[in-house]
């Protein structure tokens, strides 16, 4: 067997959260991360037979059935993730219809997957319909985004009209936009379901008072995805309570949809 910590996906999930983690995005036990994988990718680095245990999910995702993931630990915290990833990370192939996980690796003080499982399975699958290619999800608490669903409206049209006025890059790298929870309860099945609907429609979705969701094909996209929409938040609560002179326009975004071969959501842009 091959060392499982030198294993791509493992090296680029530590350096992932690590720099999550560096951009304070994830203070204490804050965010958690789950990445698909192949059992082709997994076999040279474990005993795909092995079950060390299992552990019931408490929702049902038929849509999954046999699917690994690469998931960050509940009560875990990003900061250690890089020294002792064994501890703060597991692996575990979902059965019985999505409703038990087997651990193959990881966890091993006894822990288990991020309190907000539900939310993480549930919106691999909405993805998954979209995008075949879908394998990350993503949630972190970024300062200026949160701060911005104290202050700004959370009609979702106008949350990212918003967003995207503020960089001119924004509209290219999410022209699907941001989607909007108000605030729920989290870690339920119930918030879980509310975040798949929403994965549907946008790749990602902010929990007002809370954080943010990102889905994507690699932890680089996705981290990249959720860098460019709270760098936009942070624009804005520079510039919220100042007059603003001069912005990005309707028009200025119909050429960037030309420019860069990206089309905006229906109905977003006049
Ligand atoms: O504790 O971020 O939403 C991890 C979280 C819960
Ligand atoms: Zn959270």
Request: hydrophobic share 40%.
């Amino acid at each position: 067997m091959k060392n499982i910590l030198e294993a791509p996906f493992m090296v680029e999930m530590i350096r992932t959260v690590t720099n999550m983690y560096a951009h304070g995005w994830d203070e204490r036990n804050g965010g958690n991360v789950s990445l698909l994988l192949d059992e082709a990718q997994v076999a040279p680095y474990l005993d795909v037979n092995a079950v060390v245990r299992t552990i019931p999910t408490g929702f049902s995702a038929p849509a999954l059935e046999g699917k690994y993931f690469l998931v960050t630990g509940t009560g875990k915290y990003f900061k250690n993730v890089q020294y002792a990833p064994d501890v703060n990370l597991g692996i575990v192939r979902l059965t019985d219809g999505g409703e038990t996980a087997q651990l193959l690796w990881g966890f091993t003080d006894g822990g288990k997957f991020t309190s907000e499982f539900p939310a993480h399975m549930m919106s691999h699958m909405a993805r998954l319909a979209v995008d075949s290619e879908n394998r990350v999800v993503m949630h972190c608490h970024p300062a200026n985004l949160l701060a911005m669903t104290y202050i700004h409206t959370l009609d979702e049209r106008e949350f990212t009209r918003t967003l995207w006025q503020m960089c001119t890059e924004c509209i290219v790298v999410f022209p699907d936009g941001v989607n909007v929870l108000p605030w729920m309860l989290c870690g339920t099945n119930e918030i879980g379901e509310a975040t798949a609907e929403k994965m549907k429609t946008a790749r990602l979705v902010v929990w007002s008072l809370h954080g943010i969701y990102g889905a994507g094909r690699d932890l680089d996209e996705t981290f990249g995805l959720i860098e460019t929409a709270e760098k936009a938040a942070e624009i804005y609560m520079k510039i919220a309570h100042l007059p603003r002179v001069n912005t990005i326009t309707d028009d200025m975004m119909h050429q960037l949809e030309g420019r860069f071969g990206v089309k905006a959501r229906e109905g977003y842009l006049d």
